[in-house]
C-alpha cells in the first residue's frame, strides 16, 4: 500500500527524451514555489490543487521496461517535507530520479543524495548575487543557494548547473555566476522565452549574444549553449 503524501503531483508528462540526460523519463510537476520568477513558465500550476499522484503512479506501473526515469519539477519540489518519501515510492518501483531545484534547501538535498534517492541533480543559478532579488522577485537565500552549489560541486551525484539567459542578464552577469560555480561539471545556458498569455513586453537577447556567453563562460568553467 502506498502511502499517502501531502505534495502533489499537478501534472505529469508521460514521456520525454530530452529532460533526463541518457535516459527516457516521466516529468512531473509539484505545486507552490518560495520564488516568483517574472518569467516562469509553469505560473498557472503554482497554486495549482489538482492532484494527480494517483494517476502518475498508475501510469508508472504500467510503463516498467519502456521508462527509465522521473524527472521531479514545479514550482520547486524541495519546499515539501515529504519529497523523500515520494522519492523512496518511485524509487521502489525501479526508476531513476532527476530532481530540478533552485537550490534554496541544502539540507533536504543533502538528505537525498546521502540516502541515494536521487541521481541526477540539475540546479537552476537564476542570476548573480545582485540581481538574484530582482529576478526571482522575493527576498534572496544566497547563502543557501551557495551551500548547495558547494554541495554539489563536492559530491559524487550526477549534476549541472543552467541558467535561463533573460534580457536583463550581461555578459558579465554570466562571468559572475560562471566564478560561483567554478569547478563544477558543467553548465548550460538557455534562451529565455517571453511567457505564454501575458503582456511581459522583454524580447530575448539575440542568439549571438548567448553564443559570445556560452564562449566566455567556458573558460571558467565546461560550458554549452542548450
Request: charged share 25%.
Amino acid at each position: 500500500m502506498r502511502t499517502r503524501l501531502n505534495m502533489k503531483i499537478v501534472k505529469f508528462i508521460k514521456n520525454s527524451l530530452i529532460d533526463f540526460p541518457g535516459r527516457i523519463a516521466t516529468v512531473v510537476f509539484t505545486n507552490g514555489c518560495n520564488w516568483n520568477c517574472w518569467y516562469c513558465q509553469n505560473k498557472s500550476i503554482l497554486s495549482n490543487q489538482k492532484d494527480e499522484t494517483d494517476e502518475f503512479f498508475e501510469y508508472l506501473k504500467s510503463r516498467k521496461g519502456w521508462i527509465d526515469g522521473v524527472v521531479i519539477c514545479g514550482g520547486e519540489p524541495t519546499i515539501h517535507n515529504d519529497l523523500a518519501d515520494f522519492c523512496k515510492q518511485v524509487k521502489a518501483l525501479g526508476f531513476d530520479i532527476k530532481l530540478d531545484t533552485n537550490g534554496t534547501n541544502p539540507e533536504l538535498i543533502r538528505e537525498l543524495i546521502q540516502s541515494k534517492l536521487v541521481d541526477y541533480i540539475a540546479m537552476d543559478v537564476k542570476a548573480p548575487p545582485h540581481k538574484l532579488g530582482s529576478i526571482v522577485c522575493c527576498s534572496n537565500a544566497l547563502n543557501k543557494v551557495a551551500e548547495t552549489i558547494e554541495l554539489l560541486i563536492n559530491s559524487e551525484i550526477d549534476y549541472e548547473f543552467r541558467t535561463t539567459v533573460t534580457p536583463d542578464l550581461t555578459l558579465n552577469d554570466i562571468m559572475v555566476i560562471s566564478d560561483m560555480i567554478r569547478g563544477a561539471r558543467r553548465y548550460y545556458l538557455q534562451q529565455y522565452h517571453k511567457p505564454k498569455n501575458t503582456e511581459i513586453e522583454p524580447e530575448p537577447l539575440p542568439i549571438e549574444v548567448l553564443q559570445d556567453m556560452c564562449v566566455a563562460a567556458n573558460r571558467i568553467v565546461p560550458t554549452e549553449l542548450r
